[in-house]
């Protein structure tokens, strides 16, 4: 029978809710709508069955991109020279020092908390918007 957990308190049948975070631009926000109302689960199931990707995630960065909440701050010289040197060598690989070096440089520029990652995806998103910050001083 429902409702009839003898000796629970109600805290012991909460399940944890998933850690909110704040929406950085648009894309987050349609994703957090598309959750809610079941979309996007119908959008997986429907990726998973076809094996078609829907283009969920690219769509949502370039609208993080384009409109973005935070207004992002000017880079300082330090970082504006650091930038320089790292985007005008052509590397296929980042050292771990260099991507804790621009992190470090993105966080404060877009007011973030990212951290190191193995994820080359996940870093490729921070480098093309400090790309995009670094291109708008040349």
């Not at 690989?93 to 991507?99: A, E, G, S, V, Y």
Request: one cysteine or more; a positive charge; charged letters at 35%.
């Amino acid at each position: 029978m429902q409702g009839t957990d003898k000796g629970k308190s109600k805290t012991e049948t909460i399940m944890p809710r998933k850690k909110k975070t704040p929406s950085q631009g648009l894309g987050d926000t349609i994703e957090k709508v598309t959750e809610a109302t079941g979309i996007k689960k119908a959008v997986e199931l429907f990726t998973e069955l076809t094996g078609i990707d829907c283009g969920c995630e690219k769509r949502k960065e370039k609208l993080n991109e384009l409109f973005r909440y935070k207004k992002p701050e000017c880079l300082n010289k330090e970082e504006y020279e650091y930038l320089k040197t790292f985007f005008g060598t052509k590397q296929n690989l980042i050292t771990n020092q260099q991507q804790v070096e621009v992190l470090a440089i993105y966080n404060r520029v877009f007011q973030d908390k990212k951290k190191p990652t193995n994820c080359s995806k996940c870093f490729r998103t921070v480098y093309n918007e400090l790309l995009l910050i670094y291109n708008e001083y040349e």
